[in-house]
């Protein structure tokens, strides 16, 4: 009976692979009911999970769908995953970078939904970009210039998208096990030999505390090992915004930026090191060897050519990015060191100049967002101005303290 299963979790008791089966299975073929799942949920992010509970259940998601297979390639497939947050641009820099290392890349990315952006939205402000790739067009362009950028195609994991629109809207998103399965069911069904993760922590992610990041990255490298996938990941700081533009046109600028070698700082950092791990994985060699190979490509002006390629391979010009013409200044309440500048609530501010959205069906402004002039740490001089809202904004000087803090 599923609700003896479910009682069993809430007595914190492991379930075994036939009982997760009976319900999972049953959830996708609307045996079981949303009420049903969503309290399994809820007690599953209450008393957690055990490892073989975990590595059962990504099983069960995996074989939910369809597993592609990118053997015919020939080649070592990487893939990279970020847990998310605001101003994450990396996969538009990391891409082209490993890619002209060498280094193959199907990457699969999503949509945003809520505070984080998500990779295709940030790609679809590039005008007649195409997100949707078929396997057939997918073999064809990382034969030509190695790499897409493609939105997961529908028939993978088949159960994560069912639970996790459910768990959008029963408060059980942030449960480490729940997070694990989810993200390396889609990875390991995507086909990626080998898999970088960048497992965020802080006011901006879904995780915010370093310790619960660490236990989350850890837990996903096992459930890599059980496929023999090799997987590696970084923990990265999101209490603060990654990069100086959030909102989907700025971020390819400032990826441009990047890919061009004009911006130093803790975005390109971040990048840096996913790429030479990605390119130390797929050949075999020394992290230190390939950060050189990351530089050099940045330097000489490789990577940004090979994502010029990549884009105009699926259509898209960059010629073509459109920012709001209307601008708000935020500027300086006082003279002094700046403390903060909260991820989550430029995530707020971004969110509701339409950036992003609030429902999954929601259409999004591509040319809006945020420009923050200065970063945490620098100086400020009363009057300043510390950042630029780009789009239609309610933001009053009264919302200042919110987002700022001035030391
Ligand atoms: N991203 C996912 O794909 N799944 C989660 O559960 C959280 C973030």
């Not at 597993?67 to 970020?82: A, C, F, Q, R, Y």
């Not at 901006?204 to 370093?210: E, F, K, P, S, T």
């Not at 996903?220 to 700081?237: A, C, F, N, P, W």
């Amino acid at each position: 009976m599923i609700v003896d299963i479910i009682d069993k979790k809430r007595l914190g008791l492991e379930l075994t692979k036939e009982e997760l089966e009976c319900v999972f299975n049953g959830y996708l073929e609307g045996k079981v009911k949303d009420y049903q799942m969503s309290s399994l949920l809820m007690a599953i992010c209450i008393q957690g999970m055990s490892e073989r509970e975990v590595f059962d259940l990504t099983k069960i998601f995996i074989d939910s769908g369809e597993i592609l297979d990118w053997s015919s390639l020939n080649t070592v497939i990487v893939d990279k995953h970020s847990t998310g947050g605001i101003g994450d641009k990396t996969t538009l820099i990391v891409v082209p970078i490993v890619a002209c290392c060498g280094v193959s890349v199907v990457k699969m990315s999503g949509r945003g939904l809520g505070y984080t952006g998500g990779t295709i939205d940030k790609l679809e402000s590039i005008p007649d970009f195409k997100t949707d790739l078929s396997d057939k067009e997918i073999y064809e362009n990382v034969k030509k210039v190695g790499a897409v950028i493609t939105s997961q195609t529908k028939d993978i994991c088949l159960l994560d998208k069912k639970v996790y629109a459910l768990r959008d809207v029963t408060a059980t998103v942030s449960s480490i096990p729940l997070i694990a399965v989810s993200i390396m069911s889609k990875k390991i069904a995507s086909g990626a030999d080998k898999i970088m993760l960048d497992v965020k922590y802080g006011n901006g992610a879904l995780i915010n505390d370093y310790d619960d990041a660490l236990k989350l990255a850890q837990l996903m490298q096992k459930i890599g090992e059980t496929y023999h996938k090799e997987v590696r990941y970084i923990l990265s700081d999101m209490n603060v915004p990654l990069g100086y533009n959030i909102g989907n046109s700025l971020e390819v600028i400032e990826a441009i930026e990047v890919l061009k070698d004009n911006k130093k700082g803790h975005l390109k950092d971040v990048c840096v090191e996913l790429a030479s791990n990605m390119i130390s994985m797929a050949h075999g060699i020394g992290v230190d060897k390939a950060k050189e190979q990351v530089e050099e490509v940045l330097l000489n002006g490789k990577a940004y050519q090979k994502f010029l390629e990549i884009i105009n391979n699926q259509g898209g010009d960059v010629n073509l990015l459109k920012i709001s013409d209307e601008v708000t200044e935020i500027r300086a309440n006082k003279t002094g060191i700046l403390g903060k500048i909260s991820a989550i609530e430029i995530g707020k501010l971004s969110l509701n100049l339409g950036a992003g959205r609030k429902e999954l069906t929601d259409n999004i402004n591509h040319s809006v967002g945020v420009v923050l002039k200065k970063q945490v740490m620098d100086r400020v001089q009363d009057g300043e101005v510390i950042a630029l809202i780009y789009g239609d904004s309610n933001y009053t000087v009264d919302n200042f303290s919110q987002i700022f803090e001035i030391n």
